[in-house]
């Protein structure tokens, strides 16, 4: 007998005796429940079957069981509102800090003192003061003390931290830890009426005020484009600061000027796009959006802006402009880089070379035409626009070539409008004129 034929009988016996797989999966569940059971009976720690790790989020067809969740989030954050310091509890903690420096002369305290205060201060106030927030206060004194100052006022900004993602985190309506545009929409309009700043708006603008608002916070926190902030990330930039800033009754013209929260900037911002929509049909046409600026945006590149971003009938809403606003006001900025990288990619295919930045450059050099002036040649350009980025590749620039170089802002102004060529252009002729006060 052959070894093939060998090999067969051996096979086909094996069928013959094998038990069908319902059986073996019976055999399988009856050993794991055994061994379980073992376990379970070793560790007294465990309770009997696995414990539930996720819960999913119920669906708002479910009106019952939302309105639990909504329920239960908010007595979670008003138990967690309590246990923060009111402003009662602020002022006596500076008392005892005042009362207990080691060297009153100077306002400082060591860490013998700074214990005994957090023994007198209460519960409250001890999770604030710990050896860790010690030591990172600590500034270099010989003899180990921190200012009193320094120490009272982390106290106060991490409470205020804390209330104010309390505030956020009532308006997460997932309760995911971050908030959708609508859901911002809601913490601005409310916020409204306790901002002196913003009182002499009329309510007409006031939905115009909070689209203006909500979309710094998206454009510059949304990297994604999901359609949602997270709460951290609110917290961990200063947009907030600028918008609470609006408290101040005294505060300046020329920083309210500065702030794009403030009453003048949206105005503003709102006014120049009414200058703009000449038909008054409240959305901006190609031509309409010509004039933004000092009016010198090529006209490729308002193509590619109304190719690439979000339009109406080949017509512009009053969201896509302030998200363009926001990119032209700030191409310093990555998030700026990338929304204008992704607009002068003609080819999408992540990188600019040769073929795209002469597809722009082009029109700079029909402006120079049509200003009476001698175009520049686009090699002596395209040779410096590399050697201003310094790409990896020596003929592709990518987006990550851009952040790094550090000259973003100068390589997208030469490209996009001709005044920012004239600029960058006549830099050693306007660097060398006497400053004038």
Same mark, same amino acid.
């Given at each position: 007998?052959?070894?093939?034929?060998?090999?067969?009988?051996?096979?086909?016996?094996?069928?013959?005796?094998?038990? %069908?797989?319902?059986?073996?999966?019976?055999?399988?569940?009856?050993?794991?429940?055994?061994?379980?059971?073992?376990?379970?009976?070793?560790?007294?720690?465990?309770?009997?079957?696995?414990?539930?790790?996720?819960?999913?989020?119920?669906?708002?067809?479910?009106?019952?069981?939302?309105?639990?969740?909504?329920? =239960?989030?908010?007595?979670?954050?008003?138990?967690? +509102?309590?246990?923060? *310091?009111?402003?009662?509890?602020?002022?006596?903690?500076?008392?005892?800090?005042?009362?207990?420096?080691?060297?009153?002369?100077?306002?400082?305290?060591?860490?013998?003192?700074?214990?005994?205060?957090?023994?007198?201060?209460? %519960?409250?106030?001890?999770?604030?003061?710990?050896?860790?927030?010690?030591?990172?206060?600590?500034?270099?004194?010989?003899?180990?003390?921190?200012?009193?100052?320094?120490?009272? /006022?982390?106290?106060?900004?991490?409470?205020?931290?804390?209330?104010?993602?309390?505030?956020?985190?009532?308006?997460?309506?997932?309760?995911?830890?971050?908030?959708?545009?609508?859901?911002?929409?809601?913490?601005?309009?409310?916020?409204?009426?306790?901002?002196?700043?913003?009182? =002499?708006?009329?309510?007409?603008?006031?939905?115009?005020?909070?689209?203006?608002?909500?979309?710094?916070?998206?454009?510059?926190?949304?990297?994604?484009?999901?359609?949602?902030?997270?709460?951290?990330?609110?917290?961990?930039? #200063?947009?907030?600061?600028?918008?609470?800033?609006?408290? $101040?009754?005294?505060?300046?013209?020329?920083?309210?000027?500065?702030?794009?929260?403030?009453?003048?900037?949206?105005?503003?911002?709102?006014?120049?796009? *009414?200058?703009?929509?000449?038909?008054? +049909?409240?959305?901006?046409?190609?031509?309409?959006?010509?004039?933004?600026?000092?009016?010198?945006?090529?006209?490729?590149?308002?193509?590619?802006?109304?190719?690439?971003?979000?339009?109406?009938?080949?017509?512009?809403?009053?969201?896509?402009?302030? $998200?363009?606003?926001?990119?032209?006001?700030?191409?310093?900025?990555?998030?700026?880089?990338?929304?204008?990288?992704?607009?002068?990619?003609?080819?999408?295919?992540?990188?600019?070379?040769?073929?795209?930045?002469?597809?722009?450059?082009?029109?700079?050099?029909?402006?120079?035409?049509?200003?009476?002036?001698?175009?520049?040649?686009?090699?002596?350009?395209?040779?410096?626009?590399?050697?201003?980025?310094?790409?990896?590749?020596?003929?592709?620039?990518?987006?990550?070539?851009?952040?790094?170089?550090?000259?973003?802002?100068?390589?997208?102004?030469?490209?996009?409008?001709?005044? =920012?060529?004239?600029?960058?252009? /006549?830099?050693?002729?306007? #660097?060398?004129?006497? #400053?004038?006060?």
């Amino acid at each position: 007998m052959d070894l093939k034929r060998m090999l067969k009988q051996k096979i086909d016996k094996h069928k013959e005796n094998r038990k %069908p797989d319902k059986e073996y999966q019976e055999v399988e569940d009856t050993e794991f429940k055994k061994y379980l059971k073992e376990w379970i009976k070793k560790d007294n720690s465990v309770q009997k079957g696995i414990p539930k790790f996720f819960n999913k989020i119920p669906k708002e067809t479910d009106p019952l069981r939302m309105k639990l969740r909504e329920a =239960g989030r908010s007595n979670l954050l008003k138990r967690k +509102n309590l246990q923060l *310091l009111d402003n009662n509890e602020l002022q006596e903690l500076w008392v005892l800090l005042d009362q207990n420096q080691s060297c009153p002369d100077e306002q400082l305290i060591n860490y013998a003192d700074f214990l005994k205060v957090s023994d007198l201060a209460g %519960p409250k106030v001890k999770p604030y003061f710990t050896s860790m927030m010690f030591a990172k206060l600590h500034q270099g004194d010989p003899q180990g003390r921190v200012s009193i100052m320094s120490l009272f /006022n982390y106290v106060m900004r991490k409470v205020w931290l804390d209330q104010t993602r309390i505030g956020l985190s009532l308006y997460d309506a997932t309760g995911q830890g971050y908030l959708t545009e609508s859901d911002l929409e809601n913490y601005i309009t409310e916020l409204l009426p306790t901002l002196p700043q913003l009182e =002499g708006l009329e309510k007409s603008f006031h939905s115009f005020y909070v689209c203006t608002a909500v979309r710094k916070f998206l454009f510059f926190l949304d990297v994604v484009r999901a359609g949602r902030v997270r709460i951290l990330d609110i917290l961990a930039c #200063s947009f907030l600061d600028d918008l609470l800033e609006l408290r $101040d009754e005294e505060l300046s013209k020329e920083l309210q000027e500065q702030n794009w929260f403030s009453a003048p900037s949206a105005l503003k911002i709102y006014g120049h796009y *009414l200058n703009l929509d000449r038909d008054h +049909n409240g959305m901006l046409s190609k031509s309409e959006l010509a004039g933004y600026g000092s009016g010198t945006l090529t006209e490729p590149f308002l193509d590619r802006v109304f190719q690439t971003c979000l339009t109406y009938g080949g017509e512009m809403d009053y969201k896509t402009y302030l $998200d363009l606003v926001l990119a032209l006001e700030n191409r310093s900025e990555p998030q700026a880089l990338a929304y204008l990288f992704r607009i002068l990619d003609i080819q999408q295919c992540g990188y600019l070379d040769s073929f795209t930045l002469n597809y722009f450059f082009r029109a700079i050099q029909d402006q120079m035409k049509a200003h009476g002036a001698e175009p520049v040649s686009f090699q002596d350009v395209k040779d410096e626009l590399f050697d201003m980025v310094r790409p990896k590749h020596p003929k592709k620039i990518t987006l990550p070539d851009l952040l790094a170089c550090g000259q973003g802002e100068t390589f997208v102004s030469i490209l996009i409008e001709f005044h =920012g060529f004239w600029a960058y252009e /006549n830099r050693e002729a306007v #660097s060398s004129e006497p #400053s004038q006060d």
